[in-house]
């Protein structure tokens, strides 16, 4: 089964609109932790968001907002505001096991294009 | 120190080649990873350093694959007799520590196999 699961391939969004990109995620720990990677056309992965599983507010950074769903085991990407830099490929991960576990398992990914 | 990096970004070598990727981390991070990255997929974890222990290994990582990291610093992947399923993004990460929960990523080395 797989662990992450992000079942939207590709999206578009016009500038300046938020978007939604979806995760959701399959672990029996209760120690976890869940992250969104940015991978531009260059290939470096950019760190966006981090939410731990006792995390009871969602993440922010920024323009990033994490929805968490702990019962439907989901893990949302907002970005607000788009700008065309977002255009990108974004992966969920997840680690399992409490902080300094090594173990990360990335999503498919979700391809975002940005429209002007 | 401006980030993780990667030597070569990218390279090209024939079936049954030897191949060695060198990855060093950010100076002060006791962890490195290392992944494979193929097209139109996320990376996939190959093994872990902490230190110059290696602390983990997937079953991805054949016979034919090995990494070291010998003083705890930069880290080499070696794939020997190198297969055409090799070709992939070969992705290495840092980070600091047992409570930091960010990896730090380097460009990758674009492996192809002819």
């Known amino acids: 089964a797989q662990k992450i699961t992000q079942t939207q391939p590709g999206m578009f969004v016009q500038e300046k609109e938020a978007v939604t990109l979806d995760c959701t995620y399959d672990?029996?720990?209760?120690?976890?932790?869940l992250f969104w990677y940015k991978q531009p056309s260059s290939g470096e992965m950019i760190f966006l968001i981090y939410?731990?599983?006792?995390?009871?507010q969602n993440a922010t950074e920024g323009r990033y907002s994490l929805n968490f769903q702990k019962a439907r085991k989901s893990a949302n990407l907002v970005i607000s505001a788009s700008q065309l830099g977002d255009s990108a490929m974004y992966f969920c991960a997840m680690r399992e096991g409490p902080p300094g576990t090594y173990k990360y398992i990335f999503g498919t990914g979700t391809r975002l294009k940005v429209l002007a | 120190d401006t980030g993780v990096s990667q030597d070569p970004r990218h390279k090209i070598t024939k079936r049954g080649q030897n191949v060695t990727f060198r990855c060093d981390p950010i100076s002060e991070h006791n962890r490195l990873y290392w992944y494979r990255q193929t097209l139109g997929q996320g990376p996939e974890f190959l093994t872990y350093?902490?230190?110059?222990?290696?602390?983990?290994k997937s079953r991805l990582l054949s016979d034919r694959f090995s990494a070291e990291r010998p003083k705890g610093s930069f880290s080499t992947l070696e794939i020997q007799r190198t297969e055409q399923g090799d070709s992939a993004m070969y992705l290495c990460?840092?980070?600091?520590?047992?409570?930091?929960?960010?990896?730090?990523f380097g460009p990758g080395t674009r492996l192809t196999v002819t």
């Open positions: 939410q731990g599983s006792y995390d009871e």
């Open positions: 672990t029996s720990d209760q120690s976890y932790g």
């Open positions: 990460a840092s980070s600091l520590g047992i409570s930091s929960y960010e990896q730090y």
């Open positions: 350093f902490q230190n110059e222990a290696q602390l983990e």
